[in-house]
């Protein structure tokens, strides 16, 4: 019988959640939430039991000129392919494994999460708390809502957003580089619209000054049609593929060029940045293979 998260990882599970100090009930108040050291170190036991040899990261170089631009006062993003809540884990910790300069690029993340993440179970978010993040209420969860009977829920995910733009501001340029996954969740295969790129990441293009795409391959958490904690886990080799260092006006403006004034420009946008992260995928998953072969 396959394991399962909880299965699995119990004891981890148990010293995460005793050690968390995430709050379970998001406000204008706590938006940004910083990491906490001591859950780090046991979701990174975990990592480490589930990845094999050969797993590790290729385009450190472009990940270090980023993060000198973060540092000389340009804001920064990093647009994640999504199919699991071990993707940051993941990304963090590989990115330490290669020095010094990947313990710096790691420790300037700020990840973009969801307040689903915070407030739907105390256990993820435990998990969550241990990297630094910001909280938003994305907005297909506001228009899910009916405008008379949430209009109370309505009015605190605007007030969330607002203070969370407000974080933003305040932090992409200060050296740090903000994470977004642009398909706004994780990749059901049961979903094809799980892979599509939400309109809003157009905003952040629109708001930052360069970007870099990274790849995810190799499967360490499965997604399973229930709670995260009944996800499947197994043993792979990953690997994370970091783009060369783009601009994000130059890439807005390739992505609309052919456009009339009548197209959805911002999901055109979005669209292309999938295009982009699927061949990245694909052609990563070619050396993977090699790898395992």
Known sequence: MADTLTSKFSDQIRRVVKGSTAPTFITEENVYQEGNPNTLSVLD??????LLAKSGLDGLENLEELLEKAKSGKSCLLLVEHYSNM??????LLARKEGKSGQEISDSIIAIAGMKLNEDNPIVAAFAGAYSRIIICPSRSLLDLDPEK??????????????????????KYKGKLILVFPSGTRYRSWDPDSKKGVRDIDSYIRSFD???????NGEVLHVQQTDMMNDIVSKDVVRVTVSPVISCE????????NLSENDDKKQEVANEIMKVLEKMHNDAEE???????
């Open 45 to 50: 036991e975990m990592v480490e039991e589930l």
């Open 287 to 293: 050396k993977r293979l090699k790898l395992l072969n």
């Open 87 to 92: 993707d940051l884990s993941i990304v963090s």
């Open 210 to 216: 360069y970007l870099c795409f990274v790849a995810l």
């Open 150 to 171: 949430d209009k109370e829920e309505i009015h605190r995910g605007i007030a969330i957003n607002r203070a969370a733009m407000k974080a933003i501001i305040r932090h």
């Open 250 to 257: 130059e890439f807005r403006n390739k992505a609309i060029e």
